[in-house]
């Protein structure tokens, strides 16, 4: 299958500073990717739709000025969130579909925040 | 919106035997119904997948069932292991968004 990694895996930041993750899509460009936040045995929570080339979209709740995405470009998109506080803590999966129905979705490893 | 509704949360069973999961979806426009393998500390994994137009898709151990009637959708694993502990999330898709189920902790004693 499709390969998506992250980068970093874990990471760890003082609270009030501000830290960039990335997801790269290694073998299929990805003109949209997701950004999905999950808390220990939670299920994903989709945060934002990562769209190449215009602006992301954001579920409901999720503060588009602390979760700032940029997808710059098909094989690219960044998650960087600011002002980190200890709430922030979690794991940030993302994803990529593929361009073609049924859209199957390929997953990265996840990145590890702790804010301290 | 779509609602994925996922059961049980946790399930344990001894090696060798089945174990099924099962998923509801309200949504009738859905038409593509994923499985996934999470491991601790890790991205989820795909292992399975069926379409709407499809009611029975088997890979080895593995088998997922469809009812687009009911809404409804399962996956089996058939003589289990214990490296198939492990959450398991099921998903329905209507188009390119998906919306997962709240995830089964599969435990497989040995």
């Known amino acids: 299958g499709a390969v998506v990694s992250q980068h970093p895996s874990w990471v760890i930041c003082k609270s009030g500073t501000s830290v960039k993750i990335e997801c790269r899509s290694l073998d299929f460009q990805a003109t949209t990717m997701f950004w999905y936040r999950q808390f220990p045995k939670q299920s994903l929570m989709l945060m934002a739709t990562?769209?190449?080339?215009?602006?992301?979209?954001?579920e409901q709740g999720v503060e588009k000025d602390k979760f700032l995405i940029n997808h710059a470009s098909l094989t690219l998109s960044t998650l960087t969130v600011t002002s980190a506080h200890p709430e922030d803590s979690s794991f940030y999966i993302c994803?990529?579909?593929?361009?073609?129905?049924?859209?199957?979705?390929?997953f990265g490893p996840g990145t590890r925040l702790t804010v301290t | 919106g779509e609602n994925v509704e996922q059961h049980p949360s946790t399930l344990s069973v001894q090696e060798g035997d089945s174990a099924v999961i099962k998923c509801t979806y309200s949504?009738?426009?859905?038409?593509?119904f994923p499985w996934y393998k999470q491991e601790l500390g890790k991205g989820p994994q795909l292992i399975i997948d069926?379409?709407?137009?499809?009611g029975e898709k088997k890979d080895q151990r593995i088998a997922v069932t469809l009812n687009k009637t009911a809404k409804h959708f399962s996956l089996h694993i058939t003589e289990t292991q214990p490296e198939d502990s492990a959450v398991y999330f099921c998903?329905?898709?209507?188009?390119?968004?998906?919306?997962f189920g709240t995830g089964t902790s599969l435990t497989v004693i040995p």
């Open positions: 994803s990529a579909p593929q361009a073609r129905v049924p859209y199957e979705q390929y």
């Open positions: 990562s769209n190449e080339g215009s602006k992301a979209t954001y």
């Open positions: 949504d009738s426009a859905s038409n593509y």
């Open positions: 069926i379409r709407s137009n499809v």
């Open positions: 998903a329905a898709s209507p188009g390119n968004q998906f919306y």
